[in-house]
């Protein structure tokens, strides 16, 4: 069997106006950037003449290999299908419609085959990243479906990306249950992997065609969560749970630090009889330090934060936690004067979004890798 660097895995259903260009297209950059390449083309029996176009054209590239499928029609099935026949230990998906470039692949391909990352995702929403011509609808979508994937992978900013590549290994014994169109889902929440890198790219719309979203897509996608979802608390080693057990191990340090704050605030005006506010404010600092300590040998312990000093570590986590106090302060005064809700009520909702605004920042920023 030849021995390919890489498969590309393109997913169609009629791209008749697409396919010869982009097989054209990547088989051109990966020539010139010398990596052997199996192009794989899975089709879902579609019937405005892509497949014929793919049979002529394997008369030119002796690496372009198709796989016509007529059963269990959809994109997540199709790349599942094609993860499985790949001759190469590295694997890239692509869309047909020049959605995704085609020049990016090499970059994506060394990331993996040599600075060691198991996944790498192609992000249009990191700082360089971006979506041109896309409707208002569509742009509304993304957005509700990525909040949703990263609520399961909130170190991944486009978890719902279609342009990626992996190890092999990383879906070699995985239970996947592909359906939509989220199939890099599937990978993150099922696969085995350690380290995933993101790379920005510009989406283009298509040209040629149309999407194949549906209304059933958006269906199909949410019981998806729900079942990666559940599948992580079953399966403790994936992703989504180390990632859902900092969260819980977070709010266990936070309510920790309640009680350090409320017992020395008592303490000192008690016995020590320093005026209340004073308390209140050594209080509340030790209990940021009691909390920066247990998170920095607990919560986030092995995460080579990107500050290796730990009193780097220590002014972030405290701006975090004054920023958190007045995001408390300010909502609890909001929405008691302006939404006439009862104080107490309103606190509740200042704390959930405090809680929020410090684990996310602190996890993206603080102990971040
Ligand atoms: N085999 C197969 N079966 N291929 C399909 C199917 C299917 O049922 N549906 C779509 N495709 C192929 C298309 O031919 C194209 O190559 C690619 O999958 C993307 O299809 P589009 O219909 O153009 O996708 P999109 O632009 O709406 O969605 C893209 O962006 C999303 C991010 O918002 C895809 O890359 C998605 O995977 C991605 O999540």
Not at 212 to 234: E, H, M, N, R
Request: glycine letters at 8%; a negative charge.
């Amino acid at each position: 069997m030849e021995k390919y660097d890489l498969t590309i895995i393109i997913p169609t259903f009629n791209e008749r106006d697409n396919i010869e260009n982009i097989v054209e297209s990547v088989s051109g950059v990966m020539h010139d950037a010398g990596i052997i390449t199996e192009v794989l083309v899975v089709d879902d029996n579609s019937d405005d003449g892509t497949i014929e176009k793919v049979r002529e054209m394997q008369e030119k590239y002796s690496n372009l290999e198709l796989i016509v499928r007529y059963d269990d029609h959809g994109l997540s099935q199709s790349v599942t299908e094609g993860f499985y026949k790949a001759k190469a230990d590295i694997i890239q998906v692509i869309d047909a419609d020049f959605s995704h470039p085609p020049k990016m692949i090499p970059e994506f391909y060394t990331s993996v085959a040599q600075d060691g990352n198991d996944v790498v995702i192609g992000s249009r929403y990191l700082k360089g990243g971006d979506i041109e011509n896309w409707p208002l609808k569509r742009r509304l979508i993304s957005l509700g479906a990525t909040f949703f994937g990263r609520i399961l992978f909130p170190e991944i900013t486009d978890p719902v990306s279609g342009f990626f590549a992996i190890k092999r290994d990383v879906i070699k014994n995985a239970v996947m249950k592909p359906r939509g169109y989220k199939i890099l889902m599937e990978v993150l929440g099922k696969g085995h992997w350690y380290q995933a890198k993101e790379i920005p790219f510009v989406f283009k719309d298509r040209e040629e065609g149309d999407s194949k979203l549906k209304l059933s897509t958006i269906i199909d996608y949410i019981l998806q969560c729900i079942d990666i979802a559940v599948y992580s608390f079953k399966h403790h080693e994936t992703n989504v749970w180390q990632e859902w057990k900092k969260i819980f191990k977070f709010a266990a340090v936070g309510i920790s630090g309640i009680f350090v704050n409320v017992g020395l605030l008592y303490f000192l005006t008690e016995y020590f009889g320093i005026f209340y506010l004073i308390s209140s404010l050594i209080a509340i600092e030790t209990s940021i330090i009691t909390n920066f300590i247990l998170n920095d040998l607990w919560t986030f312990k092995g995460n080579e934060s990107r500050f290796s000093k730990k009193w780097h570590r220590f002014v972030s986590f405290q701006f975090v936690s004054v920023m958190g106090v007045l995001i408390n302060m300010g909502i609890l005064w909001a929405l008691t004067e302006f939404a006439g809700l009862y104080y107490v009520i309103s606190n509740l909702f200042g704390i959930g979004a405090a809680f929020a605004w410090n684990f996310l920042v602190n996890r993206n920023i603080t102990w971040k890798k």
